[in-house]
């Protein structure tokens, strides 16, 4: 089975300042690793997926992710934090199955 | 045109009561998910259907039937509702059957309230 554990469930950041949101997996097969974001009142929508190729992931929005298989880590970074950044950010992870697990998720707020 | 839609958005009722949520996908994906996000935005699967065939079923209560009369389509009834049915559910379709090969869409979500 897999599993992400999302660590903090609330950041904080000034705007301009750097994003960071930690998801740590576990899994017993190589994974495949997810950052979905969630506006208020939304559905969830996809930010970034790593998925064997480059441990370097871009996603939308400015935002990216490093796979450390060393560290079972896969943290979420943005250079420069906007005001539209405000959401919900959830870590997911799947292995050679069907289901896709979700972390308790992160709360970011973004101060002017 | 929306991808996945879900109606209602918001739905409150009492407990005992039976109610129906529905969702349409126009993106021609085989398969299609139901999730729970609890009061504290937790996430967590509850059902999945490939081309109308079942495929994963999660420990819920029978209370909760899922139905899919064609692959577009995937909607979820509740028997007996309870307070902690209180939730908002999602249902997400994707074009693969692996969840970790593929996206998941999402609908903006359905508010029920159990008084």
């Known amino acids: 089975a897999q599993s992400v554990t999302q660590l903090g469930s609330h950041v904080s950041v000034s705007e301009g300042a750097l994003v960071l949101l930690r998801c740590n997996y576990s899994s017993s097969v190589p994974p495949y690793l997810f950052w979905y974001v969630q506006y208020p009142n939304q559905g969830l929508q996809l930010l970034l997926k790593?998925?064997?190729?480059?441990?370097l992931v871009k996603g939308i929005n400015g935002f990216e992710a490093e796979f450390k298989k060393s560290e079972t880590s896969f943290h979420l970074t943005k250079p420069s934090a906007h005001m539209s950044d405000a959401a919900e950010y959830f870590c997911?992870?799947?292995?050679?199955?069907?289901?896709?697990?979700f972390g308790a998720g992160t709360t970011v707020t973004v101060r002017a | 045109d929306t991808a996945v839609s879900q109606t209602p958005k918001y739905l409150v009722t009492q407990m005992g009561n039976d109610k129906s949520i529905k969702c349409e996908q126009n993106?021609?994906?085989?398969?299609m998910y139901w999730y729970k996000q609890d009061s504290k935005k937790f996430l967590k699967i509850m059902f999945s259907?490939?081309?109308?065939?079942?495929?994963i079923n999660e420990t819920v209560p029978n209370r909760f039937s899922p139905k899919s009369p064609d692959k577009a389509h995937l909607n979820l009834h509740i028997n007996s509702l309870e307070l902690g049915d209180s939730a908002v559910y999602f249902c997400?379709?994707?074009?693969?059957?692996?969840?970790?090969?593929?996206?998941?869409?999402f609908g903006e979500g359905s508010r029920l309230t159990v008084l």
């Open positions: 993106l021609g994906h085989d398969t």
């Open positions: 790593y998925t064997s190729a480059a441990t």
């Open positions: 259907y490939n081309n109308k065939e079942l495929i």
């Open positions: 997911a992870v799947s292995g050679d199955d069907y289901k896709l697990s």
């Open positions: 997400a379709s994707s074009q693969v059957l692996r969840a970790g090969t593929g996206e998941l869409f």
